[in-house]
């Protein structure tokens, strides 16, 4: 993987798309992922993203943006006006194109900068998206941060299968998710894991059980309605859904996505949300 160094102009986007309804802002702390060649990357949506991507394979890079928590204080001020005028909150969803927690983030620490800087420029809200159990790692820094605003922290666990057929493995193991989810939540932060995009479960009872004891709220998407293209064309490009049907060839039909929902409903009553109303923090 390539890493370099580099700077962003304004590291608060204004929404629009899919997340238009869910915050008034995304924020990237890296451009790239280093988790693109997992699991997680096979069916990632930003992979078509030919802007972001300029002739690069996803995966294969990992722009650090070390000016990031500098942006955010310079811009602070006009986006949370912004956000306040047009959304109605200055709310940021972090991060839609990247995980706030690669590897990576142990040595540069950009995301820890800006949760930093956050304690003392708050949002109205947080919403903390990532695949990786090291978001345990920011624990007392999101513990501060709390105290200044709303913060909602998710933690995606697509499946309880290790493997999926011809596919590589999940950028971070499934138990240490889970744990993490366990420490954040005992810790008194509201911990959402998000099973997005909903891949084949093998027993999906205990599945849900264990995350009703780990997390306030589940969140289900589906790659049709959930990648941001009509039926979900993007992923159909890509080998996710034949390795999904491979193992369960009802699971690639959005109607998968009801059948599991009314199984979690069962473990989570009032705790489950459904696509983009469920990022945005409806459950029913």
């Given at each position: 993987m390539n890493v370099s160094l580099t700077t962003i102009k304004n590291v608060l986007t204004r929404t629009s798309g899919y997340l238009t309804d869910v915050t008034s802002h995304s924020m990237q702390p890296y451009c790239?992922?280093?988790?693109?060649?997992?699991?997680?990357?096979?069916?990632?949506?930003?992979?078509?993203?030919?802007?972001?991507?300029?002739?690069?394979?996803?995966?294969?890079?990992?722009?650090?943006?070390?000016?990031?928590?500098?942006?955010?204080?310079?811009?602070?001020?006009?986006?949370?006006?912004?956000?306040?005028?047009?959304?109605?909150?200055?709310?940021?969803?972090?991060?839609?194109?990247?995980?706030?927690?690669?590897?990576?983030?142990?040595?540069?620490g950009i995301t820890t900068s800006l949760l930093q800087t956050m304690v003392n420029f708050p949002p109205d809200s947080l919403i903390l998206q990532t695949h990786s159990h090291a978001v345990v790692d920011s624990l007392e820094l999101l513990l501060q941060l709390a105290d200044q605003t709303s913060v909602r922290i998710h933690v995606t666990i697509e499946t309880d299968r290790e493997r999926l057929p011809g596919l590589p493995r999940h950028a971070t193991p499934i138990d240490k998710r889970f744990d993490a989810c366990r420490t954040l939540q005992q810790a008194g932060l509201f911990t959402v894991?998000?099973?997005?995009?909903?891949?084949?479960?093998?027993?999906?009872?205990?599945?849900?059980?264990?995350?009703?004891?780990?997390?306030?709220?589940?969140?289900?998407?589906?790659?049709?309605?959930?990648?941001?293209?009509?039926?979900?064309?993007?992923?159909?490009?890509?080998?996710?859904p034949k390795a999904m049907a491979e193992v369960c060839p009802e699971s690639v039909q959005l109607e998968y996505r009801e059948q599991i929902a009314n199984i979690a409903r069962a473990w989570l009553p009032g705790r489950v949300g459904i696509g983009i109303s469920g990022f945005a923090g409806e459950y029913f």
């Open positions: 790239g992922c280093a988790f693109g060649n997992s699991l997680c990357g096979v069916g990632c949506y930003v992979k078509h993203n030919g802007h972001l991507l300029k002739g690069r394979p996803w995966g294969s890079f990992l722009e650090v943006r070390t000016n990031a928590a500098d942006s955010y204080r310079a811009h602070y001020e006009r986006e949370q006006a912004w956000g306040r005028k047009h959304r109605e909150r200055f709310s940021i969803f972090c991060s839609s194109a990247t995980d706030p927690f690669v590897p990576q983030e142990r040595r540069y894991v998000t099973v997005a995009p909903l891949l084949p479960i093998a027993d999906p009872p205990k599945f849900f059980e264990r995350i009703a004891g780990c997390a306030d709220a589940c969140v289900l998407d589906h790659f049709v309605e959930g990648d941001g293209s009509p039926d979900g064309r993007r992923t159909l490009r890509t080998e996710l």
